[in-house]
């Protein structure tokens, strides 16, 4: 489909306004889909950067941190973990909502 077919533009000679159609809801579920798919990309960084972090306590450990120390770090990194997880499942719901408005 050529670019023509979706949007009409007009040009006056010194501005080009394009009218651009209202989208379908067929279209909408598309970029619900889209949206959904960067959110869950999102958490794989959220939840690899989680893995860097207990990789990175583990190994001051074995440098001599001491294990309540690690454990204690364990427990921190999960809970910011699980914030920003619980944020983006937030930004995302509403972000749905917003799409699917007509």
Excluded: H, W
């Excluded at 979706?6 to 306004?17: A, C, E, H, L």
């Excluded at 949206?35 to 958490?43: D, L, V, W």
Aim: charged residues 45%; hydrophobic residues 30%.
């Amino acid at each position: 489909m050529c670019i023509r077919d979706r949007f009409s533009p007009n040009n006056d000679g010194s501005v080009i306004r394009l009218v651009v159609p209202p989208l379908t809801e067929e279209r909408r579920k598309e970029i619900v889909k889209m949206a959904k798919k960067i959110g869950e990309e999102s958490k794989i960084g959220v939840r690899n950067s989680r893995r860097d972090g207990m990789e990175d306590l583990k190994n001051a450990e074995k440098e001599g941190m001491s294990e309540d120390t690690r454990k204690e770090g364990e427990t921190s990194v999960q809970k910011l973990t699980d914030k920003y997880i619980l944020e983006l499942e937030k930004a995302l719901f509403e972000k749905e909502k917003e799409i699917m408005t007509v």
